[in-house]
């Protein structure tokens, strides 16, 4: 597996939103606002060897996984396979303040 994407700035948002409306190419994302990919604590990750194209086995393991360990993705059920974020709201709250004191 490998990050495709993590930070994603609002210019960038912006951009993936367009495609598929008003950009070409197939629509890639579902809001105008990169909430967690914009502070921080969501990636996007595919297999390294069959990206995008890998087995549905290999996703349903890989978010197995992932919310064995706290993770989650809100976009699953939109085909988002590759989204993951931190789902803990505890920890949220604390990467947050972080990122609010300077981390960016």
């Not at 008003?22 to 990169?34: C, D, E, F, M, Y």
């Amino acid at each position: 597996w490998k990050l495709v994407e993590g930070y994603r700035s609002q210019q960038r948002q912006t951009a993936l939103y367009a495609q598929g409306r008003t950009r070409p190419g197939k629509i890639v994302t579902w809001l105008k606002t990169p909430l967690w990919h914009g502070t921080g604590l969501a990636a996007d990750c595919i297999p390294s060897k069959k990206g995008y194209n890998a087995p549905m086995a290999w996703w349903r393991k890989y978010r197995e996984i992932y919310l064995k360990h706290g993770l989650g993705n809100a976009a699953w059920g939109k085909g988002d396979l590759g989204h993951v974020e931190l789902r803990d709201i505890a920890l949220r709250a604390k990467a947050v303040a972080w990122i609010k004191r300077g981390f960016k």
